[in-house]
């Protein structure tokens, strides 16, 4: 959510997300339940919005769904400011090599973005397609990069953590997280043992630059059904080549960080 200094432009940006979370139209009546601005604000925003081709206005039905114009610069976005486009022939590789699932993920504001998902030619139903937002607190690619955070950042971002128990094995408080993440930072790689998605487990770890700062994070992943994590952690050698690739490519490769509105070269 926006915060009080971000005026108009955050509350705008906050219509987007509701819209967004639903996965389909949504009523104004519905929109107006979950928004805490008043309805009168949250109209002429909505109208805006449909102006500007960031939201549709379906007049049968009542609805409002997201307009193709965030296609166009969702696009641009995966183009520009993520990882996706020069780690994906890496990804492809890891793939082809291991028979399977692998996932490319980087933080966005306390949580989990999948920016890309190269299937194997066995692939298991998960949650995680590329562009949809998952807990960083009980994924494996969320705690590949917190483990690597430093101190001040780590703080913050798990205070964003809601620790909502998805299955019996989810990690669903922060004292027995922080412990999971010094194992993680000592071994160099994440375990997600089915904590977010029953009969999903995968290995992970972080994508990071030569100063150490987390840039993104990579898994393996894959049913209970079809193996298990010491079958996983086989391949953490030719995953770690995977990351370590990914990490040299992008240290010549320039896209905006969180918190730099100018965008940076990594490295």
Not at 28 to 51: C, D, G, W
Request: aromatic letters at 6%.
């Amino acid at each position: 959510m926006s915060s009080a200094g971000d005026g108009t432009v955050g509350k705008a940006l906050d219509v987007l997300d509701l819209v967004a979370a639903q996965e389909k139209p949504i009523r104004f009546a519905e929109l107006q339940r979950m928004s805490v601005l008043p309805k009168a604000t949250l109209y002429r925003l909505a109208q805006t919005l449909v102006n500007q081709g960031m939201l549709v206005h379906n007049p049968e039905g009542g609805t409002y769904s997201l307009g193709v114009r965030l296609v166009r610069l969702a696009h641009a976005a995966w183009r520009q400011a993520s990882l996706a486009p020069i780690a994906r022939r890496h990804l492809d590789s890891l793939s082809v090599d291991t028979g399977l699932t692998v996932h490319l993920a980087q933080m966005d504001y306390g949580h989990v973005l999948y920016v890309d998902k190269r299937n194997a030619l066995e692939s298991a139903a998960m949650f995680s397609d590329a562009g949809k937002i998952a807990p960083a607190y009980c994924t494996g690619v969320g705690k590949a990069m917190l483990a690597f955070l430093d101190a001040d950042e780590l703080d913050q971002i798990l205070g964003m953590q809601s620790f909502h128990r998805f299955t019996p094995t989810t990690l669903a408080s922060e004292a027995v997280l922080r412990q999971s993440l010094e194992r993680t930072r000592t071994r160099g790689f994440a375990t997600d043992r089915e904590e977010h998605e029953a009969g999903v487990i995968c290995v992970a770890m972080p994508i990071l630059s030569d100063e150490g700062r987390v840039l993104g994070a990579a898994s393996l992943s894959g049913s209970t059904l079809r193996t298990d994590l010491k079958s996983l952690e086989a391949h953490i050698p030719r995953l770690r080549q995977c990351v370590e690739a990914i990490a040299e490519e992008a240290t010549h490769w320039a896209f905006p960080v969180e918190g730099n509105e100018t965008g940076g070269r990594l490295g």
